[in-house]
């Protein structure tokens, strides 16, 4: 997999994709269901970042060795505001969601 960032983010503290390693060099296999997350910036009600954007293109094969690419946009403001992942991708938030929804399964269970 392969990746061409065309439009890039540039501002004081925020992650810049095209220097991300598996932006600059590809990554040889992505497995099934893989994610990757990167916190690039926060948004805090700056305008002009609110209404960026950032554009790549994504060039793999798939498992019969067909080539494709894909272009994708992700526009900063459709993401704006929706400050709360469920279930959460940190370590101590992930414990607390399952907990909780454990916690949910006990009761229902006792009742």
């Known amino acids: ?7 890039d983010i540039n501002y004081k503290n925020a992650l810049i994709i095209s220097n991300i390693g598996i932006f600059k060099g590809g990554i040889k296999y992505f497995p099934p269901e893989h994610q990757f997350k990167f916190h690039l910036m ?3 009600d700056d305008e002009r970042k609110i ?21 994708f946009t992700l526009k900063f403001n459709e993401l704006y ?3 709360k992942l ?12 399952r907990l909780q ?11």
């Open 86 to 97: 469920t279930p959460p991708d940190t370590h101590i938030g992930m414990i607390a969601y």
């Open 101 to 111: 929804q454990i916690q949910k399964k006990f009761d229902k269970s006792t009742n």
């Open 42 to 44: 926060s948004l805090e």
């Open 1 to 7: 997999m392969k990746f061409k960032v065309t439009k």
């Open 81 to 83: 505001g929706l400050g």
């Open 51 to 71: 209404n960026d954007y950032i554009t790549f293109k994504i060039m793999y094969s798939d498992a019969i060795k067909n080539n494709r690419k894909q272009w």
